[in-house]
């Protein structure tokens, strides 16, 4: 790996990293954190090392991932919640906390608070009340039109009673024709006999 921010020239030498020197690096970074974990007090150490980017903090292995991780989990689930908002966060992290107002912090839930909160009705966004609303509204509408309680139904049944009557006059007046067609052509038909 070249050192340095800049590359250089083109064409210029460059210089490589030992290997043995590297480690040598990590391990001394390591000690050092061990030591600040072991010595919480000393902050001008530490506030120094945070501003100052860790040579190699990105290419750590997955093992050492995993043992932080780990340890952190096992920090948050020891500590109470209370300890954590009154306790002062150094560098960074305080920053972070304060400017970030979209950041969820972990609560622990107990289990009667699960059960209230799966037994309480969901919350529905206004699009979703307004369809349920809006599916009561016309099964009421129809219910009511059915009972013939609308304006609208009873428009319909008014119109439906006139067709009704319309109907029944045409039937009347059918029947009275095919009765005096009868009559004529029995008449007829007697006026031949004779």
């Known amino acids: 790996m070249a050192r340095g921010r800049s590359r250089g020239h083109k064409g210029g030498r460059k210089q490589f990293s030992n290997p043995d020197?590297?480690?040598?690096?990590?391990?001394?970074?390591?000690?050092?954190?061990?030591?600040?974990?072991?010595?919480?007090?000393?902050?001008?150490?530490?506030?120094?090392?945070?501003?100052?980017?860790?040579?190699?903090?990105?290419?750590?292995?997955?093992?050492?991932?995993?043992?932080e991780s780990s340890s952190s989990a096992e920090e948050e689930s020891s500590s109470s919640e209370e300890e954590d908002e009154n306790a002062k966060k150094k560098g960074v992290a305080g920053m972070i906390e304060i400017e970030n107002p979209n950041r969820?912090?972990?609560?622990?839930?107990?289990?009667?608070?699960?059960?209230?909160?799966?037994?309480?009705?969901?919350?529905?966004?206004?699009?979703?009340?307004?369809?349920?609303?809006?599916?009561?509204?016309?099964?009421?509408y129809q219910k009511q039109h059915a009972a013939?309680?609308?304006?609208?139904?009873?428009?319909?049944?008014?119109?439906?009673?006139?067709?009704?009557?319309?109907?029944?006059?045409?039937?009347?007046?059918r029947t009275a024709d095919q009765a005096e067609k009868d009559a004529a052509a029995k008449a007829k038909a007697d006026a031949k006999k004779k």
């Not at 990590?26 to 120094?48: C, F, G, N, V």
């Not at 009705?121 to 099964?139: H, V």
């Not at 013939?148 to 007046?173: H, P, V, Y």
Request: proline fraction near 3%; avoid cysteine.
């Open 104 to 140: 969820v912090k972990k609560t622990m839930k107990k289990v009667s608070q699960l059960d209230n909160e799966v037994a309480a009705k969901p919350q529905l966004s206004r699009r979703e009340r307004e369809e349920i609303d809006k599916a009561k509204a016309k099964a009421h």
């Open 21 to 67: 020197q590297i480690k040598e690096d990590l391990a001394k970074q390591e000690e050092k954190r061990l030591w600040r974990e072991a010595h919480p007090d000393s902050e001008s150490e530490s506030e120094s090392e945070e501003e100052r980017p860790v040579r190699g903090a990105g290419r750590r292995g997955k093992g050492a991932a995993k043992e």
């Open 148 to 173: 013939g309680k609308t304006d609208e139904a009873r428009a319909d049944l008014a119109r439906l009673a006139i067709i009704r009557k319309q109907r029944e006059d045409a039937a009347a007046k």
